[in-house]
């Protein structure tokens, strides 16, 4: 604990240091708020589907088109977490957006918490749940509409829902991509936290910092290359404790 703490002292100053502040984070970020990371031995990759098919085909382009009543049993049972509330890390990154400091969130997550927490610069490279769309009247539903009406269909028409997330099969947003590109580049202090950095092409984007600081927060180590900034701190913890000692810091 007391080594959690210095690292976290360490982390404190570079923020107060900092200008510039982007976040960049995986499903570990919203593990502390009960929702599963995706590659862990316990993560949906590797959920027992019940079916002949694997995790990554039933949430796949082709499986939604080519059967998607069984699509949406995997998806909403796996994916989609209405519940879900913020956790400290999702708080704390809102109130340094608040006081300026961070000026952008990139995020692998499809949950929202980032925005429901209250950040309002957030690009997610991998869509969201809270996003649906019809695939024949193309009509937008938020995800409260969508888990109403029944077996995913749109009301107005009787099609199937898409949401607005990136497949298995399906490229990333481009205009995303870009801004996510942008944002990192012009960045004194990079943040990177609940990632394993395996998934392309979104682990790729951290190569475009060009500031001063990394600090990394996972449970796992995870490589992160020393070129990329002069300063690399890793914190390996879990991320709710780390921001939730990160507050507490402020608060004294």
């Given at each position: 604990m007391e080594q959690l703490t210095a690292k976290v002292?360490?982390?404190k100053k570079i923020i107060?240091?900092?200008k510039n502040i982007v976040f960049f984070g995986g499903a570990g970020v919203s593990v502390p708020s009960g929702?599963?990371?995706f590659r862990s031995a316990d993560g949906v990759y590797f959920a027992p589907t019940n079916t002949i098919y694997s995790a990554e085909e039933m949430v796949s382009r082709t499986m939604f088109y080519r059967n998607t009543?069984?699509?949406n049993d995997f998806y909403f049972k796996h994916l989609v977490y209405p519940d879900a509330k913020p956790n400290p890390c999702h708080l704390y990154l809102a109130k340094l957006e608040e006081k300026g400091v961070?000026?952008?969130?990139v995020t692998q997550n499809i949950d929202g918490l980032h925005?429901?927490?209250g950040n309002k610069v957030v690009y997610e490279l991998h869509g969201s749940v809270h996003r649906n769309y019809c695939t024949k009247c193309h009509t937008f539903h938020n995800l409260e509409q969508?888990?109403?009406?029944p077996q995913g269909k749109c009301k107005h028409c009787g099609n199937y829902l898409k949401p607005d997330v990136v497949l298995f099969e399906e490229g990333l947003d481009g205009l995303t991509l870009s801004r996510s590109v942008t944002a990192i580049s012009k960045a004194d202090t990079l943040i990177i936290g609940g990632t394993s950095l395996i998934v392309q092409p979104a682990a790729s984007l951290i190569h475009y910092f060009q500031g001063k600081n990394i600090v990394?927060?996972?449970k796992t180590s995870i490589r992160v290359p020393t070129f990329l900034a002069p300063n690399l701190l890793f914190i390996e913890a879990d991320i709710g404790k780390t921001f939730e000692l990160l507050s507490q810091l402020d608060n004294n």
């Open positions: 002292l360490a982390f107060d240091q900092s929702i599963p990371d009543a069984l699509f961070l000026t952008a969130v925005q429901i927490a969508t888990l109403k009406e990394v927060v996972n």
